[in-house]
């Protein structure tokens, strides 16, 4: 089992940033990608950025050149750093983890509030 603790998210005005953090804790060595997803209200959740143990990184295309996603791998911990933030980027962000030899987010946190205001 991999328990995720996420926390960062707040209330932050356009053109503003925020810094995410989520720490892993209990199985940390059977964690291959970590990444972020966010759920908008009426929307599907998606996948916002992700990182592989070996630090490869992939970003959906509404974040790219905004968003970074980094990872400290000695303190099970991921981050993403959120600037020039727009009001379409309100939403909850939840962190996941997925576990080697998977083939899908295997763990998640239990989301953190991000609100952009315009």
């Known amino acids: 089992q991999v328990q995720l603790v996420e926390s960062g998210g707040g209330l932050v005005q356009a053109g503003g940033s925020l810094r995410l953090s989520c720490a892993a804790s209990g199985r940390t060595s059977s964690i291959y990608v970590m990444g972020w997803h966010r759920q908008a209200p009426g929307k599907q959740r998606e996948l916002v950025a992700a990182?592989?143990?070996?630090?490869?990184?992939s970003y959906a295309d509404a974040v790219k050149g905004r968003f970074t996603i980094s990872r400290d791998n000695a303190k099970n911990t991921v981050y993403l750093q959120m600037n020039s933030l727009k009001h379409e980027d309100t939403a909850v962000y939840y962190c996941?983890?997925?576990?080697?030899?998977?083939?899908?987010?295997?763990?998640w946190g239990q989301g953190t509030q991000v609100t952009v205001s315009s």
């Open positions: 990182i592989t143990s070996g630090g490869t990184t």
């Open positions: 996941a983890v997925q576990v080697a030899g998977s083939t899908r987010y295997d763990y």
